[in-house]
Antibody
């Protein structure tokens, strides 16, 4: 079973860009069977789907965040990344990466452990 | 896209069965059999319970089951146990090729 691990700065200043990377272990990010997804969860609140990327470069983003998001994939490092620009305090959350099955259905599994990102000056 | 609608909370006693509903639209739940459910204990990572409406991943108890009718999906938990107390989230694929979560339901086992 693949394992995913998020990493990046835990503190970002308002108006700057949040940058996170997810490393995939014990599996290949280059398979056509999956998308690679980002989800976030503000403290005490529900899950919000941010977006996903396929090894082909195809992306789908949450319409409410689309103007601020860029996702990319680096097959040589078995990693995929999220950039969210012009952040505010409302972007403070635990950010998860997850594998998104899509060939035989749609599901999110496994998930990374999550990384808390705080937006504050 | 609007979040799917779930009840904020449900409760039940050990041994009982409960149902958590998840209502969407004809552009998400009603359009595809791509509803999944996730269980999240406090401070923990969400865990996949059900996918494609009514399929259980290996290792998930058969006390958990799913169904769908029209624009509403349901998670049924039978034989409630104290360890089932957690937050539950539904998720659906949409006609815009995006995914959308429900707001989450807190299950209390009395």
């Amino acid at each position: 079973q693949e394992q995913l691990q998020e990493w990046g700065p835990g503190l970002v200043k308002p108006s700057q860009t949040l940058s996170l990377t997810c490393t995939v272990s014990d599996g290949s990010i280059t398979t056509n069977k999956y998308y690679w997804t980002w989800i976030r969860q503000p403290a005490g609140k529900g899950l919000e789907w941010i977006g996903r990327i396929h090894i082909s470069g195809s992306t789908n983003y949450n319409p409410s965040l689309k103007s601020r998001i860029t996702m990319s994939v680096d097959s040589s490092k078995n990693q995929f990344s999220l950039k969210l620009n012009s952040v505010t305090a409302a972007d403070t959350a635990i950010y998860y990466c997850a594998r998104n099955g899509h060939a035989t259905g749609v599901w999110l599994d496994p998930w990374g452990q999550g990384i808390l990102v705080t937006v504050s000056s | 896209q609007s979040a799917l609608t779930q009840p904020a909370s449900v409760s039940g006693s050990p041994g009982q069965s409960i149902t958590i509903s998840c209502t969407g639209t004809s552009s998400d739940i009603g359009a595809y059999n791509y509803v999944s459910w996730y269980q999240q204990h406090p401070g923990k990572v969400p865990k996949l319970l059900i996918y494609n409406v009514n399929n259980r991943p290996s290792g998930v108890s058969n006390r958990f089951s799913g169904s769908k009718s029209g624009n509403t999906a349901s998670l049924i938990i039978s034989g409630l146990q104290t360890e089932d107390e957690a937050d539950y989230y539904c998720n659906s694929y949409t006609s815009s090729s995006t995914l959308v979560f429900g707001g989450g339901t807190k299950l209390t086992v009395l």
